[in-house]
């Protein structure tokens, strides 16, 4: 979504010393070298986190024009408190989980916008199965469905079809049908399973945008543009 020319050309990882954490990190290092971009700061710290500043402020001095947190909600609404408190800039602020709760808004406001994160499965894919999500959460929650909502939705859905397929409850049976068998599914058309029983490789990212979470790639199911650089903290 960024031309090359207006790379960013350093990043700043922070991860909470937890399994979430530490199992995206060595992948986004490598990533991020493997485009020349450098990476000042490598940071892992243990929760609670007590307080964000020292963290912040290596990326800050550092001068990280991505700041990517690995982190869960209490950290990353730190992070993002200790950023403004200090008025450090990256172009791009990226949160593994904590942008797509709906608290993130309520507890930020306007300084939680413009957050990129990734998921697997949003209200507005255009796939089978969504209408019945929102009109679920519409009719019992009063409000959108949140991602995670979508997620078990999608597992259960999945388990569904696969047991009316094989027509039986026999797990082995089931199994073999999953592995056999092509699904529609909110997530994607022509979903598989392999021998594992994992869909191939997928995500979608997504960016906080006016107070919500929005599709910004893939660009077929994009639902707003791309901002970027990031800009700069409300008053």
């Not at 020319?5 to 070298?33: C, F, Y």
């Not at 019992?140 to 696969?162: H, V």
Request: proline share 8%; glycine share 8%.
């Amino acid at each position: 979504l960024i031309p090359k020319s207006e790379w960013p050309k350093s990043i700043a990882l922070l991860s909470t010393n937890t399994v979430m954490g530490l199992s995206g990190r060595g992948n986004i290092v490598k990533a991020m070298e493997e485009r020349g971009l450098k990476v000042v700061v490598d940071e892992t710290y243990n929760l609670p986190l007590a307080d964000a500043t020292p963290i912040v402020s290596k990326a800050k001095t550092r001068g990280a024009e991505i700041l990517c947190c690995l982190s869960f909600f209490d950290d990353g609404v730190m992070i993002m408190r200790a950023a403004k408190a200090m008025n450090y800039n990256p172009k791009l602020i990226f949160q593994q989980h904590a942008a797509i709760f709906p608290a993130w808004m309520k507890e930020l406001g306007e300084d939680g916008n413009n957050v990129v994160n990734s998921t697997f499965w949003h209200h507005r894919l255009p796939f089978p199965g969504n209408n019945e999500i929102n009109e679920g959460a519409n009719s019992r929650l009063r409000i959108p469905p949140p991602l995670f909502f979508g997620f078990s939705y999608s597992w259960m859905k999945t388990l569904e079809l696969a047991v009316q397929g094989a027509g039986t409850l026999d797990q082995k049976k089931v199994r073999d049908y999953l592995r056999s068998t092509k699904f529609d599914l909110p997530y994607g058309r022509g979903i598989t399973f392999d021998s594992g029983g994992l869909p191939a490789p997928f995500s979608f990212s997504t960016q906080t945008v006016n107070g919500k979470v929005e599709l910004i790639w893939p660009k077929g199911v994009a639902t707003t543009k791309f901002v970027y650089p990031r800009p700069p903290w409300s008053k």
